[in-house]
Structures are given as C-alpha cells and as structure tokens.
C-alpha cells in the first residue's frame, strides 16, 4: 500500500466524496487486510452513504484489529443505534468510555443517539 494512495482515499473523504473515498478504501484493504485504520474509515465513508450495514461490518472488523480505539466503538455504536441494534450500540460506547473516560463525545446526552442512552451507562 503506498501513502500517495492512502493520501489520496483520505483526500476524497474529507472532501465529502465518500462513494469515492469507499472505493479507494476498499482496495487499500485488500492490500493491507490488518490494518484497523482503513476498516474504520470505511465504515465511516459506509455510514456516510447511508449504508449501515457494511458500515457496521467495517466498524466490527476495525474493533477485532484493534480493540483499544474508543473513536471505533463510538463510531460503531452510532452506526449500530441507527440500525436498530440498540442494546449493541450502548456497549459500543460503554466500551468507548472504558476505554477513554474523557472522552467528551461519548458523553454528550446531545448527540443523536440520545438521552436514554447517556441515562442507561452513567
């Protein structure tokens, strides 16, 4: 995998090209299937699209890679609460929390997962 195509996949998302963006991650995967950072940002770039599914596929990949990224459990709770699967996603924040207890975005009752999570893990 070289940096140049990395850069560039990461261009393309923070650029609001997520399609894009996917696409590029995906063939950076098939070359580096261990590496945790490209499934999280697929999955960021799934969600993005508004496909949920892989989204949380790619998320759940990235957390078996490495478990000790709170960004990826939040990411992956959001993903799974906008699936439905709300009892997945307040352990993805908890673990999110445990793994980083300052971790403000985990904590904000504002954010769209909603209060009943914040009530139910604090």
Same mark, same amino acid.
């Given at each position: 995998m070289?940096?140049?195509a990395?850069?560039?996949?990461?261009?393309?998302?923070?650029?609001?090209?997520? %399609?894009?963006?996917?696409?590029?991650?995906?063939?950076?995967i098939?070359?580096?299937?261990?590496?945790?950072t490209?499934?999280?940002?697929?999955?960021?770039?799934?969600?993005f699209?508004?496909?949920i599914?892989?989204a949380?596929?790619?998320?759940?990949?990235?957390?078996?890679?490495?478990?000790? %990224?709170p %960004?990826?459990?939040?990411?992956?709770g959001?993903? %799974?609460?906008?699936?439905?699967?709300?009892?997945?996603?307040?352990?993805?924040?908890?673990?999110?929390?445990?793994?980083?207890s300052?971790?403000d975005?985990?904590?904000?009752p504002?954010?769209?997962?909603?209060?009943w999570?914040?009530?139910?893990?604090?």
């Amino acid at each position: 995998m070289s940096d140049a195509a990395r850069d560039a996949a990461i261009t393309l998302m923070r650029s609001g090209n997520y %399609q894009s963006a996917l696409e590029s991650f995906k063939t950076l995967i098939a070359d580096e299937p261990r590496d945790w950072t490209l499934f999280y940002m697929a999955g960021q770039c799934a969600r993005f699209t508004n496909d949920i599914q892989s989204a949380t596929a790619y998320l759940l990949r990235a957390t078996e890679l490495d478990d000790s %990224q709170p %960004q990826v459990f939040l990411a992956l709770g959001i993903a %799974q609460q906008i699936q439905g699967q709300l009892w997945e996603s307040q352990e993805a924040f908890r673990k999110a929390l445990e793994l980083d207890s300052d971790y403000d975005l985990a904590y904000n009752p504002k954010r769209k997962w909603g209060n009943w999570i914040w009530h139910s893990i604090t």
